[in-house]
Structures are given as C-alpha cells and as structure tokens.
C-alpha cells in the first residue's frame, strides 16, 4: 500500500512539475492582460498619467456608435475570408502536387515555399511596399511592358481597392507553413488506398475528393481556424507597415484602429475597449467555424 501510495504520489509530482509552469505562464501572458484590458475599458485615461475617471460602459457605448470601427471590423472579416480561400486553395494545390504527382525537387521546392514564413512581416510589408511603389514598383515597371506609357498606377493610395492590395502579401505569407502542415498529413495516407482507387479507374480528382481530402480534413480544418484567429489578432502588423490604416480609414482593422486609438490619440481606455472587441469577436468566430467545419472523423486503416 505504501509502494502504491508513493508511486502515485510521484506520478502527481511530476505531471504536476509540467503543468504548474505551464499554466503560470498562460495565467501571467494570457488571462492576466485580458483581465486588465476588461477593467481599463471601464475608465477615461490616456494611457500616460496616474489619473483614471470611471466611465463604466461609456467605451463601449462611443465604440459601437463610431464608424471607423464597424469599417475595421469588415476589413477584418475580409481579410480572413480573402486569407482562407487564397491561402487554403494553394496550400492544397502545391501540397498535392509535390507529394501525388511525382515532381523532382519536391524537396527543393517546399524550402522555396516556406521562405516567407522565415521572412518577419516587417520585411514583408516593406518588400510588397517597393512592389506596389508607384515609381519604381515592380508591379507597374510589369504593367509598363504592355503600354506604350509608363504605368503609374497607385496601388495604395485609392479608397476603393487598397483593402484588396493587402490579400496578396497576406496570402503569400501564409501559403508555405500549411503546405507544410498538408503534406504531413497526405503522406500519413496508405498508398494502399491510392492504388486501389487506380485499379478502379479513378483520376487524380476523383482520388483527392474521395481520399485526400476526407482523410486530412482535420488538419485542413485547424488551418482554417489557425489563419481566422492570425488574421484577427494579427492583421495589425501588415496593415500598419503598408498603409498606416488608410486612405482615409479604409484598411484599417481592428489592431490598427486599437494602436491608434490607444498609443497615437492616447485614448487608452478605449483602445481597451476595442481589445474586448477582438477578444469576442475571436471567440464567437472560432466557435461558428467549429461547427460550420465540424465532420465526422474518417481513421486510417
């Protein structure tokens, strides 16, 4: 009994030795900021000095009414669809085809893949920066080719489409590390089962909507959730480095539009307030994706 005892009490100790630091890392990084952000929505401070006046809900009220933010809010929600549609579409293509279509090199070309993943988003930014650059941007030197007067189109600089100039650099960005993440899962499939469905005939497409696909949903729907969350919570870093949030407001995002609230207009506690924002907005999203993606599981035999 006292064998057992010990055994079970070291048992404890030492998946206790993993979890205690673990869940203090997560208490201090993690509940402990949302907490804070939650009670410093509640005041009127700027951020800067020792005095804070207790406005309760007044944050939250001023956001819901300003426009900028309902603005942010569908760029976010843009950006995550434009992401998961480009990002998923050629993460899938490549990873098929470097792993079922025999190419030579396959090696080679994921490491050329996965460079922008290596490549910090500061760098990516400026990098897409000097292609949209109407002077010296490779984009319209390109366009150049085909006219007979230089192009001098300016990417960032109209209301209407510059949202739609950040999915490129977005999308780029992210296609190497879930290709990666899909051809771990494609190679973890039996070749038995391919070779079977050759023996009854069936083509490239007919093989990945009936085996590839059901067998490595699941990684494709963590993918899918990874990039929503990413996008949401870190959109800011691309939005800001390439436009600043605008013209005029036009792409900003809820990351941007906090910065500058929180650290450019010293409106803290409603910066606060938009935090709150990111936070549900994530969660409520993550969850109707959960169920929205929710399929039986097909096990490997």
Known sequence: ??????????????????????????????????IKALYYSLFDWSGMSD??????????????????????????????????????????FFAVALTRFGFRMSGFFRSIYFIPNVISVVVIGVLWNFIYNPQIGFLN??????????????????????????????????????????????????????????????NQWHQFCHITLPLVWEQMKVSIINIMMTTLNGSFVIVWIMTEGGPDNTTQVMGSYLYQMAFRQYHF??????????????????VALQRLLHRETIEMS
């Open 141 to 202: 030197a390109f366009l150049s080719l085909f006219t007979k007067e230089p192009v001098a189109i300016t990417w960032l600089g109209f209301t209407s489409h510059t949202i739609w100039m950040l999915l490129p650099p977005s999308v780029w960005a992210g296609i190497g590390f879930y290709m990666i993440l899909l051809i771990a899962a494609i190679q973890n499939v039996p070749d038995s089962l391919y070779e079977a469905a050759e023996l009854e005939g069936a």
């Open 51 to 92: 005095h804070m006046d207790f406005i309760g809900l007044q944050n939250f009220k001023d956001m819901l009414r300003d426009p900028i933010v309902w603005q942010a809010l569908g760029n976010d929600y843009f950006l995550v669809a434009g992401k998961i549609a480009g990002i998923m579409l050629l993460a899938t």
């Open 1 to 34: 009994m006292k064998t057992s005892g010990t055994a079970k009490w070291q048992r404890g100790l030492f998946i206790a030795s993993f979890t205690i630091p673990t869940l203090a890392f997560f208490c201090v990084f993690t509940i402990y900021p949302v």
């Open 269 to 286: 506690g409603f910066g606060a307030a938009i935090g709150v924002l990111i936070l549900v907005t994530s969660l409520i999203t993550t």
